[in-house]
């Protein structure tokens, strides 16, 4: 469990503000000052983040699409409902377009 999980709702809610409202920072080797074999560690570093990075990526959008219900989507044959090329991947079902 992390510790925004531990902490109370209201408090977890600050925490999240304050995390979201930092910038996202790289940390970087001088990559001259690096042997051959620590470039190689490094790149195997970097490829580990880039994962961890696409993981939570598609977490993101798993939740977006969990917050996103096609229930409230407009009924159809009114304005603003899908229709044609503009219907939802059947691969999705459930998920709205709108956000």
Known sequence: M?????????AAGEL??????QGPEL?????G????EQKAAELARVAA????T???????VLGLADDSPDGFDPAPGTPGARRGSWAPDPELPGVSKFT
Request: some cysteine; aromatic content about 2%; hydrophobic content about 55%.
């Open 49 to 52: 983040v880039k994962a961890m």
């Open 33 to 36: 000052l690096l042997s051959r």
């Open 54 to 60: 696409a993981a939570y990526e598609a977490e993101l």
């Open 27 to 31: 940390q970087r080797l001088p990559v």
């Open 16 to 21: 999240l503000d304050l995390l979201l409202a």
């Open 2 to 10: 992390t510790a925004v999980e531990e902490c109370e709702p209201a």
